[in-house]
């Protein structure tokens, strides 16, 4: 057990979780799971129980600690102050040390399909990707699941194993489903986890949840979010899309500076194709700021219900 | 590598016409290190053309592949087959590319989906540059590797010109006078003293001016 030192320097400090739980509404890997393992409060009490000789380590428990999309919410929202993130990275660094077999949310390369074209490694905003021996290899240290790579390789060579339902397979299947089920369905909005996602869940905003006017999903961070699925949304019949962001000086990704000229250019090839590109908006919206996240929804769903569906002979 | 870009869409779907059946075709070569051409922009593009016919009550059927590359007859024999059923093939390939896919596709109208810009590399994220026009005779060795017909916007094989102010062309955009980059290198590089040899008229015949080129290995046939 001397490989667990670095986790032992913790062991005082996991005992100041009271299992109050307040990590767990903020943590996208729970909300979709709803597993206790997958909770932040699920994960410290596994490696307590490392410590603690009752859990063995193994690559389910590595793969564990691994999948998480580093929002940070979770330590955020602690009531005992324990420092999660800091644990979780002396865990992971005791699983690759000791060998163990580990993807979790990280990025992962397809080789055979991969062009090499190095786009992701130049692009990616936490220099976890390098080209090593003749493939794209991912430091799992260093890549924070932002999924920034995701939209940029051309070969869809990139997947983020378990997307805990932030994958674009994912997000269109949600969409699919949500126009598929509800009559009066019109919109989707695509939020960040960062900045709209924290305000969505206080109770305020509740009842948004179960509207089945818009259908809010949580795309991790705005950057990964490719026209692509901003398409398809609308062929399933949205009306329109809002893309909530993080202010561009707050994103720790790039994203919100990526999504906004990818949809910058969406924009122009909607109008092109005789769609008003009101029907697709992006928006910044601060950490917290419930208020804007709630009036610029209003709004859009406002302006959207005036244009009416997308639909041959009626308004485009 | 060759760099393309996505033709804007409604002068693609001015070519398009009133095709109902169109096959899309991408390639995994240069278009898809330069994100113009590899299966990501044809699912862009297929949704695309798809929401564009959508909205005018107007159905189109869309297929879509993505070839080694288009630039090889041997990589187009599956899709030819496939086009068949399709009254259009759209290529997002280079210009290469969708010449060889209109050489192979008998009757079957070809289109591109791209703007072929130029030879070149990588400057940075999101950033490709030109660096070579083709033009059969290169000068590199002489000119501190980098190269005047390229580089300088009037290709001057022995310049600068008098528009070259601070390092930088007078075409503006910040294009950095193609003949400064040369002097400099070859300061770096202690061969400052090539600068003094005066390069004879280029013989353009190797380039474009002769006319269509071809390369003949005949250790290879």
């Not at chain 1, 399909?113 to 936490?126: D, E, G, I, Q, S």
Request: hydrophobic content about 35%; charged content about 25%.
């Amino acid at each position: 057990m001397t490989r667990l030192a670095k986790l032992e320097q913790w062991k005082g400090t996991l005992n100041k979780c009271i299992r109050c739980g307040y990590c767990y509404e903020h943590c996208q890997i729970y909300k979709s799971s709803r597993w206790e393992i997958d909770s932040p409060r699920g994960k410290l009490i596994l490696l307590y129980g490392l410590l603690s000789g009752e859990v063995e380590p193994s690559d389910y428990v590595a793969n564990k600690l691994f999948e998480c999309f580093h929002c940070n919410r979770c330590q955020k929202a602690c009531s005992s102050g324990v420092p999660i993130q800091e644990v979780y990275a002396d865990a992971r660094e005791f699983f690759l040390e000791a060998g163990f077999d580990v993807v979790g949310t990280t990025s992962q390369t397809n080789h055979d399909l991969c062009a090499r074209c190095l786009n992701c490694v130049r692009m990616c905003p936490h220099e976890a990707r390098s080209f090593i021996d003749g493939k794209i290899v991912t430091d799992r240290l260093k890549c924070q699941s932002c999924g920034s790579c995701l939209d940029i390789c051309s070969e869809k060579a990139i997947t983020i194993g378990r997307g805990f339902g932030t994958n674009p397979d994912e997000l269109q299947q949600a969409v699919k489903s949500f126009f598929s089920q509800n009559r009066n369905a019109k919109a989707v909005v695509f939020s960040c986890s960062w900045s709209t996602y924290p305000g969505f869940q206080t109770a305020s905003f509740g009842e948004q949840e179960d509207d089945p006017e818009a259908l809010t999903l949580i795309t991790v961070c705005s950057g990964r979010l490719g026209a692509h699925t901003v398409l398809e949304t609308l062929l399933q019949g949205a009306w329109g899309v809002l893309i909530c962001c993080c202010p561009e000086k707050d994103c720790e990704h790039g994203g919100s500076r990526r999504a906004k000229a990818r949809i910058g250019t969406l924009l122009k090839t909607l109008e092109q194709i005789g769609i008003d590109p009101r029907r697709v908006q992006i928006s910044e919206v601060a950490q917290g700021n419930t208020k804007l996240f709630s009036d610029t929804r209003q709004r859009f769903m406002e302006e959207i219900r005036r244009l009416g569906p997308l639909q041959a002979g009626g308004s485009l | 590598m060759i760099l393309a870009e996505l033709k804007p869409i409604e002068e693609i779907l001015s070519y398009l016409g009133g095709a109902e059946r169109v096959l899309l075709v991408g390639c995994h070569g240069c278009v898809t290190v330069c994100g113009a051409g590899g299966q990501k922009e044809v699912d862009l593009l297929a949704d695309t053309l798809e929401l564009a016919l959508k909205a005018r009550s107007q159905t189109i059927k869309i297929g879509k592949r993505t070839l080694e590359r288009q630039c090889d007859a041997e990589f187009l024999t599956e899709m030819l087959q496939e086009a068949k059923q399709f009254d259009v093939i759209l290529s997002l390939a280079c210009g290469a590319g969708v010449q060889l896919v209109a050489e192979k596709a008998g009757s079957l109208r070809v289109l591109p989906a791209l703007n072929t810009t130029s030879i070149g590399v990588a400057e940075q994220k999101g950033q490709w540059g030109e660096r070579c026009q083709a033009c059969g005779d290169c000068k590199l060795p002489l000119t501190g590797g980098i190269c005047p017909v390229t580089r300088c916007s009037k290709s001057l094989l022995n310049g600068p010109c008098g528009g070259s102010s601070q390092g930088l062309c007078e075409i503006g955009n910040g294009t950095p006078c193609g003949w400064q980059l040369i002097i400099d290198r070859l300061e770096a590089t202690g061969c400052l003293d090539q600068y003094e040899t005066i390069l004879e008229p280029a013989d353009w015949s190797s380039a474009r001016d002769g006319g269509p080129r071809k390369l003949i290995r005949e250790d290879l046939k």
